[in-house]
């Protein structure tokens, strides 16, 4: 390669590194200070415990409660992970610092220490820092609840999944990219989502469809272009990014978010990820969660009808498309049903799935996109938006 | 045996041949009294009898016993046919020797000893080498054969003797006399027996090994038919006080033993002879005693023979065991004492932890008696399912018929959870009874029967020891709870002093933490750990120096 350039300097992340390298050191202070004072470190943690995860109906949105441990490293119980947070702690610190772009695997490799010691009858013993992933996955989610810090805030990229398109600009590490021109491809929403920087919308709505192949077909269908929209797809299970990209197009510009999943208890999960939160990083849904998104499909009630509305499929197509739900799909919705007071407490939800349950069938997008995409584009969609056919 | 019939007629009294059996006679015959009843047993009980005169020759005198100990096998000879293999059985020992003209009498002659006094030994029948000799001569043909020499003596002698059963005296077969030209005393008996070395092996094995345990202080070799020499050196000089001879306690005498006192005494009145040949008893103690029963006082002693007053003799011997005499002496008991016992459960297990206590001396049925209990744990003993059991009597190891014995007894009625052992357990109790007379199941010496008075010492003896032993592993249990926790802790102190470091630079003048800033978050948690750890028996600074020595050990890799 040949030399003469200045090397490249991305001064959106530089100043992101700084912010957050500055709020961790900051969180970890009172920590160094008891440790040179000879006094027991501790630190207090938020519980990430099920049972301290609450559904504030106010905002619509799962957070986490009051309750916080103490991780005492005096405590045998807790010495290990005390040690496997600071560790953690400061491995993210430096990559700050020093320009790192770590993903969770690095860190998970970066920390991963064997401890050679002798014991008191002076034999040799060994001790991994962490074993698995798993293990260091969770105490990278302990040091995002003791600082306040997304793993993104610290950047740490993961695999990015979401993806968009649609009349808007937006500027990403210093290029500004419109994303009403990207052909047949779409933007691949970045891990670091508070990092872009949104420079305008034209639209009107936002559709989140679950599954990548529908993006592709209602994108190449000119979808966005007739119905002035940003069309989004978190690719199944949607990542983190994707969420907070969701929320910032609703937050920052006040669009309305729809979502469109398959019509079962699976997609119904997807549904309430991005509008309530995930139940076990309940942590993450104060700045990822869109407690306004409104499902707009499948619904059962497209299927077969309801009251006066009529359904979108004849006798005969419903018998091609639906499928018999499983045991587990039906054990899963009963699940639904039973422990989460944002279903169970809104009418049009708990009479989605008891209709579900009653009929015991499922139906993919995919089954009314495939009756034509142009029905489901410029038929079912728009109609549905405009008859204010959706749940919230 | 077929007997002629002499005419016709019916038989009568007359025809009956009556005649008295010889005790030789009987114990040949009935060879599982004296613990021959097969050949296993049999070369098993020939190892212990040689031993057990060996040491009592020895320790009781004072004298730091060399036992050596052999048993070879050796081809049958003769006409005599049969399966089972011969084995010459050797002891030698340093001790007193046996005078010449005694010879005969000690080793072919049954009921004949020099223990028949009141004093604590092994042996105490005069029956045990006898039963071999008769065993010997019964199963091989072959006398007994001793070689011995007194301390002042200027000869060896050497005996050949067999036992003539049906009059019970010893024949001498074969005499040797040298003068010595090295100073050796002692005595070596060796004997040819049938015998099963592969069935009595473990148990011979063990018997010496046991034996070798309560005496830290002898010396003993024992070379096997295979060919295994099995060598306990001598690891104390200290030996258990020998016995001293003491007169007989009132409450411990019978019928027989008033008559021989009565016969035997120089005494001129029925008080002076209280006074003199009994322990316990004084001046006053005597006439209270003589006035409560309705005795004379001035009565001759040998008044109490003549046929007449017979009826007398049985009051006099009912009045002693009734009235209350002081307790016996027990002086005439030679315990092992806690030290030596210590020393051989140190020396045979390398225990991490061993106690051991003799009792004060308590007495049944006007017999003496002192328990002893030594308790091991820990260390190198095999944990097992129960405590290992080592029973001793009078410094015999006991082997056979464990489950009959009272200690076991006692041993297994133990709640050993109270005592914080949790089985499996590295758990070894022994237990001594030292008596003038131990009440013994049977004459092979094996099991003690279950007298209350010692059952109840037995139990106190080892809840004394045990409660001891609870203590200690509670201190240990606290002990190794505090250090695993030192160690659990010091472990992450590198890492976590590295981290404390790398986040205490703010951001804008960060640089890599150098090593003196992490030694000194590595310090500072050193001292917080070590003050929150309390380890029994050691102070802050040696608390600390463990912590820090676990810490500075850690390499991360
Ligand atoms: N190795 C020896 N050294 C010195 N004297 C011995 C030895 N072996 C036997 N004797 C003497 O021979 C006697 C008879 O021994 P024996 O074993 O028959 O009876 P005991 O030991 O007195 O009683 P027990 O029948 O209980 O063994 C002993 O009392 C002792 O005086
Ligand atoms: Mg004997």
Partial sequence: MSGGHEPFVDEVDLKARLKAARIMHEKFSPLIKAVLDGKPPKLVIPKRTLANTVFDPERGILSLGEEVLEREFLDLGESRRFMQTLLMAAIIYQSLIENEYPTIRDLYYKGKHTIVYRDMRGRRREENTWDEQKESDSVIQDVEVYTGLFREDMLILSKEKGKVVGNMRIRSGGDVIDLSKLGHGAYAIESTADLIEILDVDAEFVLVVEKDAVFQQLHRAGFWRRYKSILITGSGQPDRATRRFVRRLHDEHGLPVYVITDSDPYGWYIYFVYKVGSINLSYESERLATPKARFLGVQMSDVFGYGSKKPYLSEAERKKFIIKATDRDIKRAKELLKNYPWIYKNRLWKREIELFLKRKVKLEIEAIASKGIRFFAFKYIPEKIETGDWIE | ?557
């Fill in chain 2, 1 to 557: 045996m077929a007997r002629k019939r002499r005419g016709r007629g019916a038989v009568t009294a007359a025809d009956e041949k009556y005649r008295s059996r010889t005790v030789a006679e009987m114990i040949a015959k009935h060879r599982e009294f004296a613990g021959f009843q097969n050949p296993a047993r049999a070369l098993y009980q020939t190892v212990r009898e040689l031993v057990e005169n060996s040491l009592d020759a020895t320790d009781t005198k004072r004298i730091l016993p060399w036992i050596y100990i052999s048993i070879r096998e050796v081809p049958r000879t003769g006409s005599t046919n049969g399966a089972r293999p011969w084995y010459v059985v050797t002891v030698e020992d340093n001790g007193i020797g046996v005078p010449r003209t005694v010879l005969p009498q000690a080793f072919g002659r049954v009921l004949y000893s020099s223990k028949y006094v009141i004093k604590q030994t092994r042996g105490m029948f005069g029956l045990g080498v006898k039963a071999v000799t008769l065993y010997a001569q019964q199963t091989t043909g072959s006398p007994i054969e001793v070689y011995s020499s007194t301390e002042g003596s200027q000869y060896v002698y050497m005996m050949k003797i067999r036992i003539d059963t049906s009059r019970n005296t010893p024949q001498v077969l074969e005499v040797g006399e040298w003068g010595k030209k090295v100073g050796w005393k002692g005595t070596r008996v060796s004997v040819r027996i049938e015998g099963d070395w592969r069935r009595a092996k473990s148990k011979i094995i063990e018997y010496v090994r046991r034996t070798a345990i309560i005496a830290p202080y002898a010396e003993i070799i024992f070379e096997t038919p295979d060919g295994e020499i099995y060598y306990y050196p001598r690891t104390t000089k200290k030996m258990p006080e020998p016995p001293r001879e003491a007169k007989p306690h009132p409450h411990g005498v019978n019928l027989e033993d008033l008559r021989e006192i009565v016969r035997a005494t120089p005494a001129k009145t029925l008080k002076e002879m209280l006074i003199t040949e009994f322990q316990s008893v004084g001046e006053k103690s005597a006439e209270e005693f003589l006035s409560k029963y309705g005795f004379d006082p001035d009565m001759n002693p040998k008044e109490l023979l003549k046929r007449d007053n017979e009826e007398l003799l049985v009051k006099f011997v009912e009045a002693l065991s009734q009235f209350k005499f002081r307790s016996p002496k027990s002086d005439y008991l030679s315990p092992l004492g806690a030290e030596i016992i210590r020393e051989g459960l140190k020396r045979m297990f390398a225990p991490e932890w061993v106690e051991a206590i003799t009792r004060p001396p308590r007495s049944y049925k006007g017999h003496p008696f002192i328990v002893e209990v030594g308790i091991a744990y820990g260390g190198a003993i095999k944990p097992l399912e129960e405590p290992l059991l080592l029973r001793y009597a009078n410094k015999i190891p006991l082997l056979y018929e464990e489950r009959e014995d009272v200690s076991y007894k006692v041993v297994k009625s133990i709640n050993w959870k109270n005592y914080n052992v949790d089985f499996p357990a590295p758990l070894i109790v022994l237990v001594h009874i030292a008596s003038t007379k131990v009440p013994y199941k049977g004459l092979g010496k094996e099991s003690i029967s279950e007298t209350p008075e010692l059952e109840s010492e037995i139990r106190n003896a080892v809840q004394e020891v045990a409660r001891k032993l609870k203590v200690y592993i509670a201190r240990k249990t606290r002990e190794e709870e505090a250090k695993r926790k030192a160690e659990a802790l010091a472990r992450y102190i590198p890492e976590v002093a590295w981290s404390l470091a790398m986040l205490s630079k703010p951001p804008e003048k960060w640089s890599p933490p150098k090593p003196e800033e992490v030694a000194t978050f590595k310090e500072k948690l050193i001292d917080i750990v070590a003050s929150k750890i309390k380890i029994a028996g050691m102070n802050d600074e040696e608390v600390r120096r463990i912590v820090k020595e676990i810490a500075d050990s850690v390499e991360v890799e």
